[in-house]
């Protein structure tokens, strides 16, 4: 949570005028700009001078939109003065000024207006107003960005007044706060910055003159729920690609003999059982993501990937298969020996709907004392081949079942650039990323695959690590950190 002071003492201003007497020569104080002004234009009047600078968007109305907005806030401000003056309020030199500072992310330029107005007694008005842009130069309406359900509105209201209510500084009563934060969905300050939306509160609103502009942040992929679909494309597409899903979910219902051979589409039935609900961001604020590797070890990639993982300080979770494991049991012991961790992924990719009970006891014994043999301790994940399972399997397996939330796709793929951006495309804190160990594109993916994640603040644990904070749940299902069901 940060907090912010008003800029006014540190940054810029403007100017000042004196209304005492038309024969002073204007107080022109000499303008300092904050530096990340593209271009600018004097507005003036006979009683304030005020040089409101503004970006300039090529193609773009938006600098029309803001320049009609700092006259208004001229003309407003003039007749202040003139009733001031009315009714004997000489002492004070009114007094505006501003300043301003762009973001971009998510395709979205905010341009955050920060003003100070000092027209009669007491301390400055204080008023926030942001525009918005596209890449196109296309107005958007702060009104469009979200886009709430009367149901989904006060979950929001909700989650907005637990982050504001524990701001230093905000005012203690409790009732206030609601009330001062379900008027304020009505005329929200936020921008779009670093995968996050800053909500501004201004002074006065959450908390007194004297704790400033107040901020409360949401990582952007929180509040998705609640955004505007048609204004971001990445949430469009995950809506499509679950409508997709829910298609073929029914699809596959009625028919039954579809046994998963398909390993998306058992994917995807199991994605949809997971609870809807989804949590971005740890209590620590860090983005843990697990790296998984499927069907190994082999004995020709599997030792590339390990050293990549090792130049990279990255631990990882290999789910492997009994049998390979009894051909290759040293690849078995460096993983374990270089700390990462060794799930189970069956003796040899059955779908496991398809066997008798006693076959999946086979499956999953088997494996296990081959992986105790190489490294003393069996493994307490299980991922069914093909995402396949169903409670039964589930409860013979006594094991977390570990699926995943991010498909590189790799096995059809095969290509290095279309793993990393299909993977990148989904990656978010608390992602479990599936990939395989057996296919040389899949491996020379990964050290690009880390270092960019890497770049945008990802740190990689195993999924026992990732999935610590489920230890509450004894048997469970899991598609990322912040999606484990119980069963
Ligand atoms: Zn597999």
Redesign the pocket.
């Known amino acids: 949570m940060r907090k912010c002071i008003l800029f006014i003492l540190t940054t810029i201003f403007i100017v000042s005028c004196s209304i005492s007497g038309a024969n002073d020569p204007q107080k022109n104080t000499d303008l300092e700009h904050i530096g990340n002004v593209t271009s600018g234009e004097k507005l003036t009047t006979d009683k304030l001078n005020f040089h409101f600078d503004y970006p300039i968007y090529e193609g773009s109305t938006i600098d029309k939109t803001i320049k009609e907005w700092g006259e208004k806030l001229i003309n407003d401000a003039n007749k202040e003065i003139e009733e001031n003056k009315k009714n004997g309020l000489k002492d004070i030199t009114p007094e505006l000024y501003y300043s301003f500072n762009k973001y971009k992310d998510k395709g979205i330029n905010s341009i955050v207006y920060n003003v100070g107005k000092m027209i009669s007694r007491g301390h400055p008005e204080n008023i926030i107003k942001i525009f918005y842009i596209d890449e196109k130069g296309k107005e958007i309406n702060q009104n469009d960005f979200f886009k709430f359900t009367e149901q989904t509105k006060n979950i929001f209201e909700q989650k907005l007044l637990n982050k504001v209510k524990t701001i230093e500084g905000v005012f203690e009563d409790q009732e206030a706060l609601k009330s001062v934060v379900k008027n304020y969905l009505n005329d929200m300050k936020f921008y779009f910055d670093s995968e996050k939306i800053v909500f501004l509160f201004e002074q006065y609103t959450v908390g007194p003159y004297s704790s400033g502009i107040l901020e409360v942040e949401f990582y952007f992929s929180e509040l998705k729920e609640y955004l505007n679909p048609e204004i971001f494309p990445e949430i469009k597409k995950e809506l499509e690609k679950k409508q997709e899903q829910e298609a073929k979910q029914s699809n596959l219902k009625n028919d039954e003999s579809n046994s998963g051979k398909n ?1 998306v589409n058992a994917a995807k039935i199991e994605t949809k059982t997971g609870t809807q609900k989804e949590k971005t961001a740890r209590k620590d604020g860090k983005k843990y993501i697990a790296l998984t590797f ?2 190994g070890p082999s004995k020709k990639t599997t030792p590339q990937l390990l050293d990549i993982l090792k130049e990279n300080n990255v631990k990882a979770t290999f ?1 492997v298969l009994g049998k390979n494991a009894s051909f290759f049991p040293e690849i078995i012991k460096r993983e374990h020996d270089e700390g990462h961790e060794i799930g189970s ?1 069956t003796w040899d ?1 059955p779908n496991l709907l398809n066997l008798s009970e006693a076959k999946i006891k086979k499956q999953i014994e088997s494996t296990d004392e081959e992986i105790q043999k190489i490294i003393g301790i069996k493994p307490t994940l299980l991922r069914p ?2 995402g396949s399972h169903n409670k039964k399997i589930d409860n013979m397996a006594k094991k977390t079942i570990v699926m995943w939330n991010v498909d590189s796709l790799d096995w059809k793929n095969r290509n290095v650039k279309k793993n990393l951006s299909t993977a990148l495309k989904q990656v978010q804190p608390g992602s479990i990323i599936l990939f ?1 160990d057996i296919h040389q594109p899949s491996v020379d993916t990964i050290d690009s695959l880390i270092k960019e994640l890497k770049k945008q603040g990802y740190e990689f644990v195993t999924v026992s690590e990732l999935l610590q904070e489920h230890t509450d749940i004894e048997k469970k299902v899991c598609f990322g950190e912040f999606k484990c069901d119980a069963y």
């Open positions: 390993e499927d069907d789910f992924h990719h081949p093909y395989h």
